[in-house]
């Protein structure tokens, strides 16, 4: 004998989560008591600063004495500050540039990975400044430690190695 499906209710269609089992009370603690360390760290971390920061803008207030309230006497005064605008015209500059070279350094990247005539010369032209830094230090490095380097000549001038004693 065949039977047909028992027709489910709308209510109990949306007791029911995405994986087919019943959202209960005791399911919905357990979910709570998994997000309890982030939400905990959440507040500690991020909601607390923000709010105190927010806070300590509209007071005078050093480590020593309590904050004092001045309202927005600290915003005027920032107003007025030229470093305060310079650090914002170069953060600025920073928000809208660095992203920029990140794009254009991934599209490099694309290009170098692709296969196209010539690429083997481009992948040379690439990378041999980056070979070549690394070859340039050894070598300055290198001739600094020689025994008529640069090192050891002023350690001779200062009266700290004789010739040949190293």
Known sequence: MTTTPRRVSRREQHRVGGTGAKVTARNTLIAYA??????ILLVVYHTWPVI?????????YNIIS???WVGLDNFKELWQDEQFWSGLTNSLKYILIVPVIQILALLVALLVNRPMKGIGFFRTAFYVPVVTSFAVVGLIWNWMYQQDGAVNTILRMIGLSQKGSF
Do not use: D, H, R
């Open 34 to 39: 998994f997000l309890l360390p982030f939400l």
């Open 66 to 68: 309590p904050p004092q």
């Open 52 to 60: 105190f920061g927010t806070y300590l803008a509209f007071t005078k």
